[in-house]
Structure formats: C-alpha cells, structure tokens
C-alpha cells in the first residue's frame, strides 16, 4: 500500500516538475541562440560595409590599394575565425545547460521521490490508524448492543422467576414446621430432605436473580475527574484484607495525564469482578473473604499464596489510558477464551457461579467509552486483563 501511493504522489510531482524543466531548457537555449544570432548579424553587416569599402577603393584603381585591399582581406578572414569561434562556444553552452538541466531536474526528482514516500507512510500510517479505530468502535457498538439484549433478557427472567420462588420457599418452610413433628419415621426423614433441597434450589435461584438483577441495573456512568494512581493504590489497599489467601499488589509506571475522567465506583467494580474470579479458578481457599473466614472456623486454612498484581501502564496513543489486571494463576480453558465475555460463560464450578461478573465489567467499560480485553492468557505469563479508557 505504501508502495502504491508513493508511486502515485511521485507521478504526480515529476508529471508537474518535468514540464517546468523542459520549459526551462528551451527559454535557455532561445535565449542563447537569440545572443549569438544578433552578435553574428552585427558581424556580418560590419563584413559587408568593409566590402563596400573595399570596392570604392579599388574602383578608383589606385594602385596604392592593394596593399589596403590586403590589409582589409585579412581582417575579413579573422572575422570569419571569429564566427565560427562563436558556433563552438554557442554550442557549449547548450550543451553544458542540457547537462545542468537534467542534473537538476535529477535532484529534484530524487528530493520529491524522497518527500512524496515521507507523505505515503504517513497517509498509510493514519489510514491503517482510522481503520483500526473503526474496526474498535464497531466492535464496541456490537457488544454494547449485545450486552443491551441481555440486560433487557435479564430484567424479565427475575421478574418471571421472583414470582414462583416467593411461594415455594413459604410452602417449603410451612411443611417443615407443620408436619415434622408428626411423624419421626421416614416420612419424617424424607419430609426434612425435600424442604433442604427446597431451600437450596431456592437459594440458587435466588442468587441467581441477584446476579441477574446486578447485570440488569448496572447504573449510569458518570464520570468525574480523578487520579488513575490513585484509584489503583486505593483498590490494592481495599481489598488486600478481604483476600488474605491473595497477594494483590500494584506497580505504576509514569504517565503524563494522571488525571483522567472516570466512574470510580463502577471501575471498582469493574476490578473486583476480575479479582473475584482470579481467586476463584485458582484457589478454592482463598474465595472467601475475611467476615467468611471468620464465621466459619472449619474453613480451610488460607495458606496458598497467589500473586495477583494489578498494573497501572500507560500509552500517549490517540490519548487513551491502558490499566491491566495480571493474576498468575491457571489460563483460561482454550475452548472459553473467545466466549470470555459472552453471557452465562465460566469455567468455575459450582452453583453460585453463573458466568455474569467478565459480562458485568464488559459492560463498564463499554459504557466507558473504552473497552475491556484478554490480552495474556497462558500458564507461564498468567492471564491479564487490560482496560482501555479516553483520556476525556
């Protein structure tokens, strides 16, 4: 592509040059002929009137002319010389302005050629810029109004499924009171296992329209003015106690706009969604926070220690601002990365885990202005996160 438009712009310019060159070289060269012509007629007039001379002179047949005729033949001879001294030096001329001419006309044409690749990279480099910001906004627009489908989807589910569970887990609860001291039999046993399982299901169900009514009222962006560092050191310091089996830690590098606009609740939301999962796709035992740890003694020990550093790097690239979140645990399942951010995908177990918090943080960052990637995903390097902000 460079190539192409190089050739182009460098048609262009020697198609404007050449002309002006060629036009330059004839007015030379006319110029030229046009000296030596009129220094020739001034010679020849002067031959013809030292003619004329001569044959008054001789017309009076004085033999004491001869030896003027003579002296007047020579100088005739030497004006001829003269002449023909004057075709060479006017012939060296045009032949030195010809080879001046193509010299120039050379250099410029090297200078253009030189200027005209300058203009194309620049041209393919903006292109090949405005393309991929298009490409970036298009794929925003399509997530932004794929996430949009789910939040209304989400909103009607917890609507139709809140209203069958408030009845049954009231049945649930009335059977057990009622009718389990009746009978401490099997029907008894049985009666106690359906109203746990009833109450289970329930819960299940109940958490999930929680997660569903999370994603489905996420609240209005709105931005203010604040310090990226400062959120970061704010966040590592927030929720270091809360995750003990965690080694959250956070490196800033320097930026020349620290001050950026941004909804700090929701970005901290954005974070801990992305906190939350790292702890638990890779350690059971430090899934729980420190009020969860405290109310269950039998829980188990939180020993393991997993390095999860939140990394502040920034980019002065069409002024945007780039936070990576990097957790060196397990990769994400192959078969999951480019469903990552679809609705109701995880690769965690367990019934609490609905696939929701990547969507969530997705969301905020769409709704941003910006957007949210997997960038590293590998059991070496760990699996890193990186959002992208305006920088106003």
């Given at each position: 592509?460079?190539?192409?438009?190089?050739?182009?712009?460098?048609?262009?310019?020697?198609?404007?040059?050449?002309?002006?060159?060629?036009?330059?070289?004839f007015s030379e060269k006319t110029s030229i002929e046009m000296a030596f012509e009129m220094q020739q007629r001034a010679s020849s007039s002067h031959l013809v009137d030292s003619h004329l001379a001569l044959l008054k002179e001789i017309a009076k047949h004085n033999p004491?002319?001869?030896?003027?005729?003579?002296?007047?033949?020579?100088?005739?001879?030497?004006?001829?010389?003269?002449?023909?001294?004057?075709?060479?030096?006017?012939?060296?001329?045009?032949?030195?302005?010809?080879?001046?001419?193509?010299?120039?006309?050379?250099?410029?044409?090297?200078?253009?050629?030189?200027?005209?690749?300058?203009?194309a990279r620049s041209i393919v480099g903006r292109v090949a810029q405005l393309v991929e910001e298009n490409r970036r906004q298009s794929h925003r627009l399509e997530r932004l109004t794929s996430l949009e489908n789910w939040q209304r989807l989400a909103r009607v589910l917890?609507?139709?499924?809140?209203?069958?569970?408030?009845?049954?887990?009231?049945?649930?609860?009335?059977?057990?009171?009622?009718?389990?001291?009746?009978?401490?039999?099997?029907?008894?046993?049985?009666?106690?296992?359906?109203?746990?399982?009833?109450?289970?299901?329930?819960?299940?169900?109940?958490?999930?329209?929680?997660?569903?009514?999370?994603?489905?009222?996420?609240?209005?962006?709105?931005?203010?003015?604040?310090?990226?560092?400062?959120?970061?050191?704010?966040?590592?310091?927030?929720?270091?106690?809360?995750?003990?089996?965690?080694?959250?830690?956070?490196?800033?590098?320097?930026?020349?706009?620290?001050?950026?606009?941004?909804?700090?609740?929701?970005?901290?939301?954005?974070?801990?969604?992305?906190?939350?999962?790292?702890?638990?796709?890779?350690?059971?035992?430090?899934?729980?926070?420190?009020?969860?740890?405290?109310?269950s003694p039998s829980a188990p020990s939180q020993t393991e220690r997993l390095p999860i550093q939140a990394v502040l790097r920034a980019r002065q690239e069409s002024g945007r601002t780039w936070i990576s979140f990097t957790n060196q645990g397990n990769a994400i399942p192959?078969?999951?990365?480019?469903?990552?951010?679809?609705?109701?995908?995880?690769?965690?177990?367990?019934?609490?885990?609905?696939?929701?918090?990547?969507?969530?943080?997705?969301?905020?960052?769409?709704?941003?202005?910006?957007?949210?990637?997997?960038?590293?995903?590998?059991?070496?390097?760990?699996?890193?996160?990186?959002?992208?902000?305006?920088?106003?």
């Amino acid at each position: 592509m460079i190539l192409q438009i190089w050739l182009r712009i460098f048609l262009i310019v020697a198609m404007v040059v050449t002309p002006l060159f060629v036009a330059h070289y004839f007015s030379e060269k006319t110029s030229i002929e046009m000296a030596f012509e009129m220094q020739q007629r001034a010679s020849s007039s002067h031959l013809v009137d030292s003619h004329l001379a001569l044959l008054k002179e001789i017309a009076k047949h004085n033999p004491a002319g001869t030896a003027e005729y003579r002296k007047e033949f020579e100088r005739v001879v030497n004006d001829k010389l003269i002449n023909q001294d004057l075709s060479l030096v006017r012939e060296r001329l045009v032949h030195q302005m010809i080879m001046q001419t193509l010299r120039n006309a050379v250099l410029v044409l090297l200078a253009s050629g030189s200027f005209s690749f300058l203009v194309a990279r620049s041209i393919v480099g903006r292109v090949a810029q405005l393309v991929e910001e298009n490409r970036r906004q298009s794929h925003r627009l399509e997530r932004l109004t794929s996430l949009e489908n789910w939040q209304r989807l989400a909103r009607v589910l917890v609507h139709e499924l809140r209203a069958p569970v408030t009845p049954i887990k009231l049945v649930a609860t009335d059977i057990e009171s009622k009718f389990l001291g009746l009978d401490s039999g099997a029907f008894g046993r049985y009666l106690t296992e359906g109203a746990s399982l009833l109450r289970t299901q329930v819960g299940v169900i109940e958490r999930m329209m929680e997660s569903f009514l999370k994603f489905a009222k996420l609240p209005e962006v709105k931005r203010s003015p604040a310090s990226v560092g400062e959120f970061c050191r704010r966040f590592v310091d927030q929720y270091r106690a809360s995750y003990p089996g965690v080694e959250l830690s956070c490196r800033l590098e320097k930026i020349s706009q620290d001050v950026i606009p941004f909804d700090a609740d929701l970005l901290n939301q954005l974070f801990f969604n992305l906190l939350k999962n790292a702890a638990e796709a890779n350690a059971p035992s430090v899934c729980g926070s420190a009020e969860q740890a405290k109310s269950s003694p039998s829980a188990p020990s939180q020993t393991e220690r997993l390095p999860i550093q939140a990394v502040l790097r920034a980019r002065q690239e069409s002024g945007r601002t780039w936070i990576s979140f990097t957790n060196q645990g397990n990769a994400i399942p192959t078969e999951l990365v480019d469903r990552i951010f679809d609705f109701y995908v995880t690769g965690k177990s367990g019934n609490a885990n609905f696939g929701i918090g990547l969507t969530v943080a997705k969301k905020i960052a769409l709704d941003h202005g910006g957007d949210l990637q997997l960038k590293e995903n590998s059991k070496a390097r760990g699996v890193t996160f990186e959002l992208e902000l305006p920088n106003g």
